[in-house]
């Protein structure tokens, strides 16, 4: 059974920072892109960041692009958002993702709430 468990959400002035981790298991971890996206009140789910399998290759969000950092350790089969000057609008649940090429299947994770207020 595939799971993918977030953590490290939370509340944060603007400017600040937060550090999501997504654990994964039942999985090939290094087989899979790992992806975050996230869902704001009343919008739809968005990208935020991808990372392939090898780590050294990311993609970014133009709207996160310079303040947030992807990365994950395929050995403890984990992978972060590290998130920096943190604004209002990044308020928003953010879930982990996981794809392959060599599979149809996908799996999401439950979510983590970040709230970004004075």
């Known amino acids: 059974q595939v799971q993918l468990v977030e953590s490290g959400g939370g509340l944060v002035q603007p400017g600040g920072s937060l550090r999501l981790s997504c654990a994964a298991s039942?999985?090939?971890?290094?087989?899979?892109?790992m992806k975050w996206y996230r869902q704001a009140p009343g919008k739809e789910r968005e990208f935020v960041a991808a990372?392939?399998?090898?780590?050294?290759?990311?993609r970014y969000a133009d709207s996160v692009n310079g303040r947030f950092t992807i990365s994950r350790d395929n050995r403890k089969m984990t992978v972060s958002l590290q998130m920096n000057s943190l604004k209002p609008e990044d308020t928003a649940v953010y879930y982990c993702?996981?794809?392959?090429?060599?599979?149809?299947?996908?799996?999401w994770g439950q979510g983590t709430q970040v709230t970004v207020s004075s």
């Open positions: 993702h996981a794809e392959t090429p060599y599979s149809t299947q996908n799996y």
């Open positions: 039942g999985l090939r971890f290094t087989l899979y892109t």
């Open positions: 990372i392939i399998s090898g780590g050294n290759i990311r």
